[in-house]
């Protein structure tokens, strides 16, 4: 099966500029989850999605919000972006609807926020 | 609130030694804790879990209630285990609590 894939795999963007993300999970996988890695604060929980809808959602403003098709393909969104959305975004996703039994993750977006 | 702390960023050690990971939580109820890894310029995969109690590349985790740990073992360190590694937790949301990771350095 073909992995998590993510594009685009680079993004540069200024403040105020908002993005779209795009995440293919593997065949058959309906749990989407996007985290953001940055060097300080680490791997951090966004939010979740299964069959279509948010499940779960970490700490983040509204400003962070996604959704996810009947393919299971999801996207995230980040408007009026700031410089610290700088970051590495990862998706991860999950055949089980117990999504942190079984995690298979993307390479990841590497945005950067000018 | 829900933690999980690994307290060494960095850890270096020759091959052949033993390697210890150390991850602490704080969690309410019955945690399901978790090592992931990062290999230079690939993904970030599950190692193995608790639950199932396995030994994957001779790393093993044991979960301790008492001292709320579950620490990553591997009696022996090959070059080939220099990694980033993660512990993460299942959070009560059913997201995973990552702690900071902890690179792994294994010197020749």
């Known amino acids: 099966k073909a992995g998590v894939t993510q594009t685009p795999r680079y993004l540069i963007k200024t403040r105020g500029q908002q993005v779209t993300l795009s995440c293919s999970p593997i065949s058959g996988h309906r749990s989407v989850s996007w985290y953001q890695q940055t060097p300080g604060q680490g791997l951090q929980f966004l939010f979740e999605y299964f069959s279509e809808t948010q499940r779960n959602k970490g700490n983040f403003p509204g400003r962070f919000s996604g959704r996810q098709f009947s393919n299971s393909r999801s996207e995230m969104n980040v408007s009026t972006l700031e410089l610290g959305d700088s970051a590495l975004y990862l998706c991860?996703?999950?055949?089980?609807?117990?999504?942190?039994?079984?995690?298979?993750f993307g390479p990841g977006t590497r945005l950067t926020v000018l | 609130a829900q933690r999980v702390t690994q307290p060494e960023k960095l850890l270096s050690v020759f091959k052949g030694a033993p390697v210890e990971l150390k991850c602490n939580y704080s969690y309410s109820g019955s945690p399901e804790l978790f090592w992931y890894v990062q290999y230079s310029r690939q993904r970030l995969q599950l190692l193995l879990r608790?639950?199932s109690r396995e030994s994957i590349k001779g790393f093993t985790a044991d979960l301790n209630k008492g001292e709320t740990s579950f620490h990553l073992k591997k009696p022996f360190a090959q070059e080939e285990d220099s990694a980033m590694y993660y512990c993460?937790?299942?959070?009560?949301?059913?997201?995973?609590?990552f702690g900071k990771g902890t690179k792994l350095s294994v010197k020749p």
């Open positions: 993460a937790g299942g959070g009560s949301q059913g997201n995973l609590i």
């Open positions: 991860a996703s999950s055949p089980l609807d117990r999504t942190y039994n079984e995690q298979f």
């Open positions: 608790h639950i």
